[in-house]
């Protein structure tokens, strides 16, 4: 968890620059499964492969690296989560209610597609470019695809 406090205040407030290498916190392959996050900024972090299952965010996590990462049953309510990258990553049951989730991405990484069977995206902010993307997931089932407006 020490990690995660590093530069968080310049990462939550600039996070277009949490990916320079003064500022860049690696936790590919860590486990934070079950833990509160709700205090920590994970804006810039680079998750891949991590375990974030059963936990809960805080408000910034915008431009983070979850590539390939475990999100089963994650609350993300209310975060920012712009241009954050879920490619491949299992995000079964999670809560993205109210999320800001603008530019973020949801396809595949590694041929794998991220999983959002049960996602709620109920509230979640997204523009129309985003939401034809997303619904091009063949993972997203029936309700994600009326919360978030799909065209067949």
């Known amino acids: 968890m020490e990690l995660l406090q590093k530069g968080a205040k ?12 003064e500022l860049l916190v690696n936790v590919e392959g860590c486990d934070y499964s079950g833990k509160d996050l709700s205090k920590e900024v994970l804006s810039g972090v680079r998750g891949r492969r991590s375990d974030f299952s059963h936990t809960k965010f805080g408000r910034e996590a915008s431009r983070a690296d979850f590539r390939g990462a ?12 712009y ?10 049951n999670a809560n993205l209610e109210n999320a800001i989730v603008s ?50």
Do not use: I
Request: with cysteine.
């Open 10 to 21: 310049t990462r939550a407030g600039f996070s277009d620059f949490a990916g320079e290498a």
């Open 83 to 92: 241009e954050s990258t879920f490619d491949g990553a299992d995000m079964r």
């Open 70 to 81: 475990k999100l089963v049953d994650t609350s993300m309510v209310d975060a920012n989560l």
């Open 103 to 152: 530019g973020a991405s949801f396809g595949q990484y590694d041929g794998v597609w991220a999983n959002l069977a049960g996602v709620n995206f109920e509230g979640a902010l997204l523009s129309s470019s985003d939401v034809n993307k997303v619904c091009k997931n063949p993972t997203l089932d029936d309700e994600g695809k009326g919360a978030l407006g799909c065209k067949d």
